[in-house]
């Protein structure tokens, strides 16, 4: 059904009626002004408008198009550079590649081909200067599997476009702290052994057991009912790779609830080198029982007294779809955003490039870590060279093995490919506008079309108001948003940066989808039990966000300020002390104090500030950085989990002396290695000077998730979800957001409005079709993938499933 309703836009006031306080009775508006009413009752339409206005259709809701003022540099490679440097790699003979399609566990083959990011000093003298854009790289990854040692192999090729004079590929190395060949070694090169000649026959060995015990089986045949996966990172330790693996039951219907499925049998083995019959099983857990081979856990098994625990099996619990009786009125449309004059920013879709009320950005796009944002700036003057997701943690905890074993480093499995089309009316307004993303796998490029959205937003509350007995003003509080959501396995994380009219920026993460649980058994000091055989396995989630700051250039300081408890004696107070506060200041001087926490009771402000460009008061120029919905650091100390590949995790706040060898926190293979990882952040930090220097900030975000019964069937995004705010201190002269004209004065006394002033704001009147709120779903696509060796570019597919 289609509804057009009349909308009128001009002073949203009719609120003003009810201010019973302010005594006011008076009619509604004078001459000029437009009531705003578009109450719909029993499905009718009833609208006061002016007559006079004509009503003319809702503009179309895109983005304006416009030319960014450079180049992205920060983009991704074109399909055809792709398809160039793939077909140069093939004519490489050194590198031995075999294509992805028929490569075995046994052949080399690429992993990844994409832009490598320029150098922050090339940068510059780029987007500052007149100097050219930096030469353009290709990083790739290469799967060296043709080996006793596998690795991953980081290289870099180029510069672009291909030539076959001038290109040459070569280890990439200076990005990383591990200063050796790019390589580290490759932990999953038998994964396909590892199912079919390691877990299944285990599976099918103990047949028998799971038979009697859950009536299913994991022996890889069509009908298992039954899965065996388990712990990320391996065990690394006393150079064994040791894995646990758990047994979990398989839904019947489509719904991903195995992570909810587990079963409490764990299977313990020593998967170290390449030769599956070298492999060995190592024991048994159940009911916190270890048995040391699978004999001694048959015999017990089959004895009498073996206690035997239930299953959890999947129902509606389980399942996301409505359940219960429909609440009155539900079934009514909810109030709705709309763009009803277009879109008020402008996009150039070709460079990911965003003005918006003052801001501006370029987006970039990487398989490891999805959507970033670079070179911010609020009216042409940059406040950050770079914002972005450098890598997230899932550290969990528990009684058994599998829980204890689990700290997911995300990027291993990359928030690129996993950022799927956004769905229009839910992820993001109905009018949002969409840009798509790119990746590259296994010699196609696969596209998720709308997979990051950008819409302008009106808060539920004002950004300003006052009122006094003679006037009230108040200012409506529109932000920007650039959202993207990636689901990295069972979970589902919402990324949105906000951008708002004082001046101020938000980094937002939510997250939602399906926990990883635990079996109940002996887990109580790891979580509540939250059904019948199920445990929610606490664990923290730690994001960890880097923010290049540059306030009015790159020399900058770390400034403190903390409100203190004082007693003081002042020449008024008559010889007594008086139990007061006040403010103490210091410096972050180097990288020997610069990871550390937020201060109890919010009492230290932490401020990036130009020291050498005051204000005209003396003030130092900056951008506080501040908590807003709670973060977290790890819990853990000296995880044995992830030793050395995560002590990005350990802090909230923690700066560097920005250097190109130190572009990210993390790599997305530091779960490979965990004592000798290729990024091991702690060396970082080497007691370089911090004041007037150009600086990092590396921020965690994240959540302490104890899973309750509230997290069945699925996390929810309102509870489950951290952020930081950049807000301006005296960065500017006041309040920035004075400049919108969505604003209004209403002046008023004894009853009667004198003067409504509403600063010259669109006082417009448009028939809204209101089917864009709700969008067509059915056209909602998988992958759109094009191969890219041998390359056809007018060839391309849809994929949904398999694509990493
Ligand atoms: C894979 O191998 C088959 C058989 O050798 C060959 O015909 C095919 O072209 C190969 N695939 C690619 C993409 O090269
Ligand atoms: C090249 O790779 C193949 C497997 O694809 C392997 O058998 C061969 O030994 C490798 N050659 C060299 C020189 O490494
Ligand atoms: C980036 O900077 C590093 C460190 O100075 C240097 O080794 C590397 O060659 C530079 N990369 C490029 C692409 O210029
Ligand atoms: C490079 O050489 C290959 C094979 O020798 C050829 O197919 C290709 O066209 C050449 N590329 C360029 C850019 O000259
Ligand atoms: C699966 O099928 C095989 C062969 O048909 C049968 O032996 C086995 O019992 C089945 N397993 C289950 C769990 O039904
Ligand atoms: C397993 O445990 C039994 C009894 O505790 C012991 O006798 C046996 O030597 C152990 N076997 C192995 C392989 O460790
Ligand atoms: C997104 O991809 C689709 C399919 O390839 C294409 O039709 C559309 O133009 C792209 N959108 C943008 C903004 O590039
Ligand atoms: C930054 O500081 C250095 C010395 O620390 C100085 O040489 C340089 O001129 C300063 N840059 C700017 C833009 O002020
Ligand atoms: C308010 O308006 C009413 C009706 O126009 C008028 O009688 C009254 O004097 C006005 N009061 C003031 C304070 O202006
Ligand atoms: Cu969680």
């Known amino acids: 059904m289609k509804l057009l309703t009349t909308l009128l836009f001009g002073l949203l006031w009719q609120d003003v009626a009810a201010r019973t306080s302010k005594a006011y009775k008076g009619g509604r508006g004078r001459g000029k002004k437009l009531i705003h009413d578009a109450v719909r009752r029993s499905s009718e339409a009833r609208v006061t408008r002016d007559d006079t206005k004509e009503s ?63 150098n922050k000093t090339d940068a510059l003298a780029f987007i500052d200067g007149c100097k050219a854009a930096p030469a353009k790289y290709a990083h790739v990854l290469l799967d060296h599997r043709a080996s006793e040692n596998p690795t991953y192999n980081d290289i870099i090729v180029g510069p672009l476009p291909i030539d076959n004079v001038t290109t040459t590929w070569k280890p990439l190395t200076y990005p990383f702290t591990k200063k050796n060949d790019g390589k580290v070694r490759n932990l999953d090169a038998d994964d396909d052994a590892l199912h079919d000649q390691w877990l299944y026959v285990i599976g099918a060995d103990v047949a028998d057991i799971t038979m009697d015990l859950w009536g299913g089986s994991a022996t890889g045949a069509e009908n298992d009912t039954l899965d065996i996966w388990g712990i990320d990172p391996l065990w690394q330790d006393d150079n064994k790779v040791i894995r646990w693996d758990a047994f979990w039951s398989i839904p019947e219907d489509d719904f991903d609830a195995e ?6 049998l764990y299977v313990m083995s020593d998967v170290t080198g390449r030769d599956p019959s070298k492999w060995k099983l190592e024991g048994w857990l159940y009911n916190d029982i270890f048995y040391n081979s699978t004999e001694a856990f048959r015999d017990a098994y089959f004895s009498e007294g073996f206690v035997k625990n239930g299953a959890n099996v999947e129902g509606d619990w389980a399942r996301t779809d409505q359940q219960g009786p429909v609440f009155p009125l539900d079934t009514a449309y909810p109030p709705t955003s709309i763009a009803p004059t277009g879109a008020r920013f402008a996009v150039d879709h070709d460079n990911k490039y965003v003005e918006w009320m003052g801001w501006s950005f370029y987006i970039g796009f990487s398989r490891d870590t999805g959507m970033s944002l670079h070179d911010i700036r609020y009216k042409g003057e940059r406040i950050l060279y770079e914002l972005g997701l450098q890598e997230a943690l899932a550290h969990y905890a528990g009684n058994d093995p599998m829980q204890s074993g689990t700290a997911y480093l995300d990027t291993f499995y990359g928030f690129g490919p996993y950022a799927f089309e956004l769905v229009s009316g839910y992820d993001c307004p109905a009018y ?105 396995s606490m664990h923290d989630h730690v994001l960890n966000f880097k923010a290049d700051f540059d306030i009015l250039g790159t020399n900058n300081s770390v400034q403190l300020m903390s409100l203190v408890p004082a007693t003081k004696r002042y020449p008024w107070s008559q010889g007594k002390t008086r139990n007061t506060m006040a403010l103490e200041r210091s410096f972050i001087e180097s990288e020997k104090s610069s990871r550390f926490n937020w201060a109890d009771n919010g009492a230290t402000q932490v ?63 530091n779960s490979q290695d965990v004592h000798d990882p290729p990024v091991n952040f702690a060396k970082f930090f080497n007691d370089e000077k911090l004041r007037k220097e150009d600086l990092v900030f590396w921020l965690n975000l994240g959540m302490h998730h104890v899973p309750h019964t509230g997290d069945l069937p699925n996390t929810v995004f309102t509870t489950a979800h951290s952020g930081i705010q950049f807000m301006p201190s005296n960065y500017f002269m006041g309040d920035v957001s004075r400049q919108t004209v969505n604003q209004v004065r209403v002046e008023y006394g004894g009853g009667n409005v004198s003067q409504v002033e509403n600063f010259g704001q669109k006082d417009q009147v448009c028939a809204l079709d209101f089917e864009p709120a709700e969008p067509d779903l059915s056209e909602y696509k998988g992958d759109v993938v094009v191969r890219k060796f041998p390359y056809d570019p007018n060839h391309p597919w849809y994929e949904t499933d398999a694509i990493v």
């Open 56 to 118: 003319v259709a809702c503009a179309e809701a895109l983005a304006t198009p416009i030319k960014a003022p450079k180049p992205n540099i920060w983009g991704q490679l074109t399909g055809d550079e792709a398809a160039s440097v793939i077909a140069w790699l093939f004519a490489q003979k050194e590198l031995n590649l075999t294509v992805s399609e028929n490569a075995t566990s046994w052949d080399n083959s690429v992993l990844l081909i994409e832009a490598l990011p320029p």
């Open 607 to 669: 401020l990036v500030v130009n020291e050498d460009k005051p204000n005209k008061y003396g003030e130092l120029r900056g951008y506080r950085i501040l908590p807003y919905t709670g973060t977290a650091h790890l819990t853990v100390k000296d995880s044995s989990n992830v030793v050395n590949a995560a002590h990005w995790a350990e802090y909230d706040v923690q700066i560097t002396k920005q250097k190109d060898t130190e572009p990210k926190s993390a790599h997305p293979y």
């Open 259 to 264: 992570t909810l499925l587990p079963l409490g």
């Open 432 to 536: 949002a506008t969409y840009l798509n993303t790119s990746f590259y796998v296994a010699e196609t490029t696969h596209t998720h079309i709308s997979s990051i959205c950008l819409f302008e937003y009106t808060a539920d509350y004002p950004m300003q108001r006052h009122s006094t007995s003679k006037y009230v003003s108040v200012t409506k509080n529109t932000y920007f948003s650039v959202r993207s959501v990636s689901t990295v396995g069972n979970y589902d994380y919402m990324f949105t940066y906000g951008f708002y009219m004082d001046g101020s920026i938000s980094v937002e993460v939510r997250a939602s989808g399906y926990i990883q649980s635990a079996y109940f058994a002996n887990n109580e000091d790891y979580g509540f039990k939250i059904h019948d055989f199920l445990s929610g």
